[in-house]
């Protein structure tokens, strides 16, 4: 029959949608949403029910159909006796499948459907909603206050908290009060608030403020102070929407509830797809109900676009800059080279070399304006260069003693100072000209990074562990504890997660704040080679990091198997870098003297990016 048809069909096309809500309106209340022609031989009186704000023309406060008078809240059916007897045969709808009829009816409504909607009800047996409900609309939409009033009280015995009335009846009085004040009436609007909202004893903090704004001087003023979209339906509607929130659904729908779900359903399905690297509209005009979300592969950066042979020796480190304009490259040949990004076709070009580095390049750090580039050398190395990346001039060279060995650097958010320090026991803060502001004694640092507060430093040192160190009050405190040496380690860009390469372990993911051990990611070889891993990808939601077996792997930041391994270097990778401005380009830099630059397939060709099963 059709009613079953609509039943069925509509609860398995949008069974994605419903995965997970537990069925709009189940529960204790269920059998006020929807009563089955086959047990009370009678049609639904609420399928004039308008649910956007719209209304059905009232008779003394009952709702009356809008079929010309022959639909169900009309009170007479415009199914013949047959259709009538044929639906008493009818088996009892469902639960989820009352569930969805009421979803549908109630989208329909909202698209001015309303004669669809009386027949679906009618047809179905279900109603969109309690008639105490139906008529509790209607009078808040034509703003019938002291009827809206009444009505909680019959709505009072189908809640399952009798005490929200105090609060619905709060919020009824508050649009009352805004609507006089709005209309020049403050005699009356100081009436409410004394007379009506002042004996509730309910907060009394939004009651002072209302009463600030007797003060306001016109209607734009009241609007501007109240940030409320003034009398009207547009209000009337936001204030059904949070009166909506005290009622069980089974007596009143959630408002838009099918598009909550659907909404819900596709940001569920990009969160779960493996290969979601773009930022996706949460508008359902965006995207296509009839399919299930999936990024294809090849949209993701693990192809080879490019391959830079510039370096004459082994490339030690990558980074790209802060807007994604540009990388930098450090190798053992003694140069820096910084690369620009073409912004339409990704590809990179050489823009300078920065010389003169002795002992070689294992670490570069731009500034948080990407002005300035800081170089380090190897653990044998005592010296450090602040590079003007625009002019190509180096601004400072730094070298507190040839004993130093100043391997790590970070910037602090402020873009005037730096903190630099080695395995010798160095731990400097700096300023732009090397002159050294603050230091810390005997701390053996491996990696290091500024946090965002601008006071704490984060170091691993020789002791497996990652500790915080305020420069401002000399304090320090353990926060990351491993039983291997750190080689070295990467912050989230919102400061909360720490990307580790632990000797002989591989990558490790821990929460600093809760300072727990969140994720082993599986499959990357990592002895004692210094690795440096990255965040990346849309929302840093991947992870990405070389390998001593020439590979570059790529995890999902939620999955600890690789979803993609990315060949083609042909010795250890020491380094990896993704865009942070454009989630599909990525850099990787090997011992093998080249820096290889990944990103979507340029034709359908899976060579580079083995096929893994995901």
Known sequence: ???????????????????????AGQGQDSELS???????????????????????????????????????????STASGSEVGSMKKKKRLSQ??????????????????NQTVDLLMQESGCRLEHTSATKFRNNVMEGEWEKAENDLNELRALMHSPNAIVRMKFLLLQQKYLEYLEDGKVLEALQVLRGELTPLKYNTDRIHVLSGYLMCSHAEDLRAKAEWDGKGANSRCRLLDKLQTYLPPSVM???????????QAVELQRDRCLYHNTKLDSSLDSVSLLL???????????YTQQILTEHCNEVWFCKFSNNGT???????????????????????????????????????????????????GPDDCSELWLWNVQTGELRTKMSQSHEDSLTSVAWNPDGKRFVTGGQRGQFYQCDLDGNLLDSWEGVRVQCLWCVGDGRTVLASDTHQRIRGYNFEDLTDRNIVQEDHPIMSFT????????????????VHLWDLQDRVLVRKYQGVTQGFY?????????????????????????????SELPIAELTGHTRTVNCVSWNPAIPGLMASASDDGTVRVWGPAPFLDTQNCSNMDS
């Open 1 to 23: 029959s059709a009613a079953e048809g609509a039943g069925e069909s509509g609860d398995s096309t949008v069974a994605t949608g419903l995965s997970g809500s537990n069925g």
């Open 34 to 76: 929807c009563l089955n022609s086959a047990q009370n031989g009678e049609s639904s009186s609420a399928g004039g029910t308008h649910f956007n704000g719209l209304l059905v023309s009232t008779n003394n406060g009952n709702s009356v159909g809008t079929n010309n008078g022959a639909g169900p809240g009309s009170g007479t």
């Open 96 to 113: 989820s499948e009352e569930d969805v009829i009421r979803l549908i009816g109630q989208h329909l409504h909202g698209l001015g459907l």
């Open 253 to 263: 729908l959630p408002p838009r509830r099918l598009q909550t779900l659907l909404r």
């Open 292 to 302: 299930d979300h999936v990024c294809s592969r090849s949209q993701f950066p693990c």
């Open 326 to 376: 540009k990388l930098a490259t450090g190798s053992k040949d003694t140069t820096v080279i910084i690369w620009q990004v073409d912004p339409e076709s990704h590809q990179l070009k050489l823009l300078r070399t920065l010389e003169g580095h002795a002992y070689g390049v294992s670490y570069l750090a731009w500034s948080p304006d990407d002005a300035y580039l800081i170089a380090c």
């Open 491 to 506: 912050v989230s860009k919102n400061g909360r997660l720490a990307l580790l390469n632990v000797a002989t372990q591989g």
């Open 530 to 558: 210094t690795i440096h891993s990255c965040f990346g990808g849309h929302n840093e939601d991947f992870i990405a990091s070389g390998s001593e077996d020439h590979k570059v792997y790529i995890w999902h930041r939620r």
